[in-house]
């Protein structure tokens, strides 16, 4: 799947920000590394002011870090960040939810449950793979069925920052079964339409998100 910024302008900024944004949230640029403008420019056939402009919308979103006299890179996070932004996410998301409850789809509720359970069926890296993509999806679909679009910034924001951690335990299949499991738990809470239940899942669904992350910091 291929994640989308919660913002976006029009002209060739924005087509050099929304590849870089990508880029770094799908591991393809790694946490410390050097992001620079003339090589971006020179890929993308653009001069170098585009690629000023998105790198400086990057630092907004705190993907990136602008070093004066240095340059730019990806930022690196610590455990702290990890329990920061993890604590914020749980309040924020589980607000989402409450907020969503009524307006989510049962039709798109089960059949998001049903492409879960086929991934018990799968081999390692064909589940690791797929559950992550099927996880934004489950987020995503709470966020807009919200229907708070401030929510939705705050959330996709953090989400965003959250992929940098996210990278180092792309491969654990423990991690993805867990998670399967969990994630079917909560579509069925959803499905039950219990409420309260959902939210209790999904907060220890986080909270084992946020342990295992902190366990493949080096």
């Known amino acids: 799947m291929k994640i989308v910024p919660t913002r976006t302008n029009n002209g060739l900024s924005d087509k050099v920000y929304r590849s870089l944004y990508n880029r770094i949230v799908t591991g393809r640029l790694k946490p410390g590394q050097r992001i620079t403008e003339m090589q971006i420019a020179k ?6 002011a585009p690629v000023r402009e998105a790198l400086k919308r990057l630092a907004e979103d705190r993907l990136v870090d602008l070093v004066p006299r240095s340059g730019c890179y990806v930022c690196e996070l610590t455990r702290e960040d990890v329990d920061y932004l993890f604590e914020i996410r749980k309040r924020l ?3 989402a939810l409450e907020y969503a409850f009524e ?5 798109r509720v089960q059949n998001l449950r049903q492409k879960f359970n086929e991934c018990r069926e ?3 890296h064909k589940l690791v793979q797929k559950e992550l993509k099927l996880d934004s999806l489950l987020h995503s679909m709470i966020f807009e069925a919200s229907g708070s679009k401030d929510l939705q910034v705050l959330l996709n924001k953090l989400w965003a920052r959250i992929q940098l ?3 180092r335990e792309a491969t654990d ?3 993805a079964r867990l998670a399967l499991e969990r994630h079917i738990e909560i579509l069925d809470s959803i499905l039950a339409r219990d409420m309260k239940k959902a939210q209790g899942l999904l907060l220890q669904h986080l909270e084992e998100s946020q342990q295992n992350i902190l366990e493949h910091f080096v």
């Open 43 to 48: 890929s993308k056939g653009v001069s170098q």
């Open 93 to 95: 998301e589980s607000l």
């Open 103 to 107: 307006n989510l789809d049962p039709k």
């Open 122 to 124: 799968l081999g390692k």
């Open 165 to 167: 951690f996210r990278i």
């Open 173 to 175: 299949l423990a991690r």
